[in-house]
């Protein structure tokens, strides 16, 4: 069946430091794939998005990286800041046609250490 | 995302009792998502809407209902809530028209029923 999971529930990691979490998928058939970023006591964020005809998409400070090859897909944060200290998690889609259903990670909780 | 309001944004019920959570949006979106989300479980789609005249029920529907009474808002009901619908409710909000389902959210509704 499908899935989409995390590595690692936890990273703590030092002010200045870069910042990789990562995300398996299953779902071979998925083309669409989003990182949020969830502060505590707030709604998800959207970051950033990559569809599978690409493999690597650069934000602000942010670049997400997509191995099709072994169903896997990171999230990269340069130089990460207090302010970056959340729950991350990815989710995956099959684009076109009616479909809606956004499957999502549990998450991994970045903590960053002043 | 201010585009995307819930009220209230805490909720304490009892057992038994029928509540109404709401969600407003200023984006334009045609599609309207209701998710709860627990501890350890992530998100889970309760029902979601394509447009005014579609709702449909996603994973775990039952025990809840929705109205969809305009483009803009969709609202979610406990029928008669049980302790263990205590949880973060959350609205998302998506745009057909740009064939990706990239999925913003309001900022979550905190329900206790005891």
């Known amino acids: 069946g499908e899935s989409v999971g995390l590595h690692l529930p936890t990273l703590s990691v030092q002010e200045g430091d870069n910042s990789i979490i990562n995300c398996a998928y299953s779902n071979s058939a998925s083309d669409y794939f989003i990182w949020y970023k969830q502060e505590s006591g707030k709604g998800p964020q959207f970051i950033i998005d990559i569809r599978s005809n690409m493999d690597k998409r650069q934000g602000q400070r942010v670049t997400v990286l997509l191995n099709k090859t072994v169903k896997h897909l990171s999230l990269q944060i340069a130089a990460t800041q207090p302010g970056d200290s959340a729950v991350y998690f990815c989710a995956e889609n099959r684009s076109g046609g009616s479909n809606y259903k956004l499957t999502f990670g549990k998450g991994t909780l970045l903590t960053v250490n002043p | 995302d201010a585009d995307v309001t819930q009220t209230p944004r805490n909720r304490i019920t009892k057992t038994g009792k029928r509540i109404m959570l709401e969600c407003s949006q200023t984006?334009?979106?045609?599609?309207m998502y209701w998710y709860r989300q627990d501890p350890g479980l992530g998100l889970r789609l309760i029902y979601y809407?394509?447009?005014?005249?579609?709702?449909n029920k996603g994973e775990i529907s039952d025990g809840y209902s929705v109205s969809r009474q305009a483009q803009a808002k969709f609202s979610l009901s406990l029928e008669s809530a049980i302790p263990n619908q205590t949880a973060l409710y959350f609205c998302?909000?998506?745009?057909?028209?740009?064939?990706?389902?990239?999925?913003?959210f309001g900022p979550g509704t905190r329900l206790l029923v005891l």
């Open positions: 809407s394509f447009d005014v005249k579609d709702i």
């Open positions: 998302a909000t998506s745009d057909s028209g740009t064939g990706l389902e990239t999925q913003y």
């Open positions: 984006k334009g979106h045609d599609r």
